[in-house]
């Protein structure tokens, strides 16, 4: 999430001032929850939406909310099933874990390895374990971004009601005991350095043992800023450490999750094309073992996403849909496949691949372009494991840079289908090499989006990939024609919305100059999509601000299906965001639908988040086709009919969603391709671990519409 980090950072440097900062906007405690209880203080307006109400359940309303960048282990790695006898699969219950998060018995299943690769990128290469995990470095600001817009520059937090007024201006997603956190949490430290908050089993940053490491302490406190792992497709794959002979019952598909400090440290967010840094060190990146942390439960951190589990549906075999990032996900979540590099009139084109001179990557080799967007992720020539071309883009991002600032790199496409292709000879020969060998599901010729770009289309419906203007964005995918779930809707008459955080402010500003607009483009899955955005009804019936979405659930006048996108300021993302922010986002959600009866008895709330960001998870990973799946992320269901407190164990991923909306209003699959032909999974002893593989749930095992 490059591109809202970076805007994070304009708010701070041209709002240096409260006054300056307001002109522009002119123009944890949580209660005990009682969904199914609540009292009510005036009753909903009913609107008829077609075939909303045509159910297979008594659901009639499902909003997915989807935060950032955060493991399962991550967040739930001490959690305790609230029943004795339910079960859950984390640091805990595997004894890696003691509950007050000091290594356990097991503490060695967690061993992470570093490893040699110098000439072709390798899954697997040839490893040796850490005895000493590589530096816990800083991330994120040293004082809060709204803190330092309100002109406080120094300090770790500046709450007062000034401030808080701000705020409140700036983000209207949070409950009003969280605006606090807008303003807390600096590290008050620079950044990229060993990071003096962090102690575990007796070692600081730079000594700690060579697993997962507990993040908060005395020092370290829930509510921080927290550095950012690298979340790429190729680095992804390479931190699994996947091996075909390594498939057996207790590893299930062979993925040994034992290079992931290794990954941030020789590479991390990838080269662009430019030659590696002089000096090269496990700390370069700016990474070090960030991948390696994770909160405690037990000890009080992630509370109201402990009190969602403990009272409905948590998920503990749940994935992100793709190796790699954002965009890469939020295509799973709404197209159950991924996007390609096309003509913007649905026929595939080979993206540009120019040459970059990695020791002047902003001087075109050419003359012309240094655009390189196929990635290449084998070794830089006299490196281990700098990939050649591989990152989120060189150069200012504007169609109109020259040189020596012209763009560069950008590696983000593949041509999965040729395995030819760098990269992607080691992935086809996993997936080829498994007892029941995974297609690939890469098509001929088409180059697949992995990562991070910019949709096709801005949000006024003009086409963004073919704008020159100076202040455009120069690493975006052309326009496409391929179905999502939002296109099945349409064709049923079944009523839906994408709620982005900031839409409102955002439709006016399409290159995203005004520095309090973090609304996240990238996120927005129909944004890319032909058949919406080049018409102006279909804009306005399906895309809408979150500010919609609370009146919506106030009046009952709620569509059937709702996607919901928090900001970059709330969205939990590490070093822009926080977790507890997050929590603030969902609490407000589920509270204003708490308070609607008719909501309340037929909405289902779907919590997830939308990739693991890079941290470490020991949960199984299933490969379904040649993008993924990827790590485990967190996922609870609140619902009158998911109350409870049970643990769900079936194999799901973000196509698991769209299945959920298929089976509840009786769809069918999206294309001939799309993950949702894949068949809900089959288990024989291990819960886990499906045997009919590649196999993903619809999600209804997470519910009991008997009560």
């Not at 096309?342 to 020791?359: E, M, R, T, Y």
């Not at 024989?684 to 519910?703: K, L, T």
């Amino acid at each position: 999430m490059q591109t809202r980090v970076a805007r994070l950072k304009r708010l701070c440097r041209q709002f240096s001032s409260l006054a300056g900062l307001a002109a522009v906007l002119c123009n944890t405690a949580a209660p005990t929850l009682a969904f199914a209880q609540a009292e009510i203080a005036h009753a909903p307006i009913e609107v008829s939406h077609g075939r909303d109400t045509a159910t297979r359940t008594p659901i009639k309303h499902v909003i997915v909310i989807i935060g950032e960048n955060r493991t399962f282990d991550h967040v739930f790695a001490t959690y305790k099933p609230r029943h004795q006898g339910d079960k859950v699969l984390n640091l805990l219950s595997r004894h890696i874990v003691n509950e007050d998060g000091t290594p356990g018995p097991n503490y060695g299943l967690s061993l992470q390895y570093e490893a040699q690769d110098t000439d072709v990128y390798r899954m697997n290469p040839f490893k040796a374990p850490y005895s000493v995990l590589p530096p816990a470095l800083t991330g994120g600001p040293a004082t809060p971004a709204v803190c330092q817009a309100a002109g406080v520059t120094t300090g770790t937090s500046c709450v007062n009601p000034t401030t808080l007024a701000l705020a409140k201006s700036v983000e209207n997603g949070l409950p009003d005991d969280y605006y606090q956190y807008l303003l807390t949490g600096g590290t008050g430290q620079a950044g990229k350095v060993p990071d003096t908050r962090v102690s575990y089993a007796g070692h600081d940053a730079t000594h700690l043992p060579p697993g997962p490491y507990q993040l908060t302490n005395a020092n370290y406190p829930y509510d921080a800023y927290a550095a950012s792992p690298v979340h790429r497709f190729f680095q992804m794959w390479q931190q699994l450490d996947c091996d075909a002979a390594a498939v057996d019952r207790a590893n299930g598909f062979g993925c040994l999750n034992d290079l992931f400090p290794w990954v941030e440290v020789s590479v991390g967010a990838g080269s662009n094309g430019k030659g590696q840094p002089g000096g090269f060190n496990n700390t370069t990146t700016g990474e070090g073992s960030t991948s390696m942390g994770f909160f405690n439960m037990l000890q009080g951190d992630a509370p109201y996403l402990k009190e969602l589990a403990d009272s409905f549906t948590l998920a503990d075999n749940y994935h992100q849909g793709a190796q790699g990032g954002t965009g890469a996900n939020h295509f799973v979540l709404g197209y159950a496949d991924l996007l390609w590099f096309s003509d913007g009139k649905g026929s595939p084109l080979v993206p540009p691949n120019n040459p970059v001179d990695p020791k002047n990557p902003g001087t075109p080799p050419n003359g012309v372009s240094a655009l390189s967007e196929i990635e290449n992720p084998n070794p830089q020539p006299g490196t281990n494991n700098y990939y050649i071309e591989d990152g989120y883009g060189g150069g200012s991002g504007s169609p109109t840079a020259v040189a020596p600032h012209a763009n560069y790199g950008g590696g983000s496409y593949v041509n999965c289908a040729d395995p030819a292709q760098p990269g992607v000879s080691a992935v086809l020969t996993y997936l080829n090499a498994l007892p029941n060998p995974v297609p690939s599901r890469c098509d001929a010729g088409h180059y697949y989006l992995l990562n991070n770009y910019n949709p096709g289309y801005f949000g006024d419906g003009s086409n963004a990939y073919t704008d020159t203007d100076s202040n455009n964005y120069v690493y975006t995918i052309p326009p496409t024609k391929v179905r999502h779930v939002g296109d099945a809707l349409n064709d049923k008459k079944i009523s839906w919305a994408y709620y982005g955080d900031q839409w409102n402010l955002y439709v006016n500003d399409k290159y995203q100059l005004n520095p309090a607009d973090a609304y996240c483009n990238i996120c927005n899955w129909a944004q890319f999509s032909t058949s919406i955005m080049t018409d102006p009804a279909q804009r306005a019936a399906h895309l809408k601000d979150t500010t919609d979405l609370y009146a919506a659930l106030q009046s009952g006048n709620l569509p059937a299906v709702s996607y919901v996108k928090p900001s970059g300021l709330v969205d939990g993302h590490p070093a822009s965001s926080k977790l507890n922010l997050y929590e603030g986002f969902v609490k407000k959600i589920v509270d204003l639908a708490k308070a609607n009866p008719q909501l309340r008895n037929d909405t289902a709330i779907f919590v997830t988040f939308d990739e693991g960001g890079g941290y470490w998870d020991s949960g199984y990973v299933q490969p379904v086709d040649f993008f993924g799946d990827g790590t485990r992320v967190p996922m609870i269901v609140v619902s009158k009919y998911s109350q409870g407190g049970h643990v769900a164990h079936s194999y799901t991923d973000h196509a698991s969603i769209v299945k959920f909306i298929e089976a509840n209003w009786g769809l069918a699959p999206l294309t001939n391709r799309s993950r949702d032909n894949l068949p809900n999974p089959l288990t024989d002893g291990n819960p886990y671990i499906p045997v009919n593989a590649p196999a993903i749930g619809d999600m209804m095992d997470m519910f009991n519409f008997d009560r």
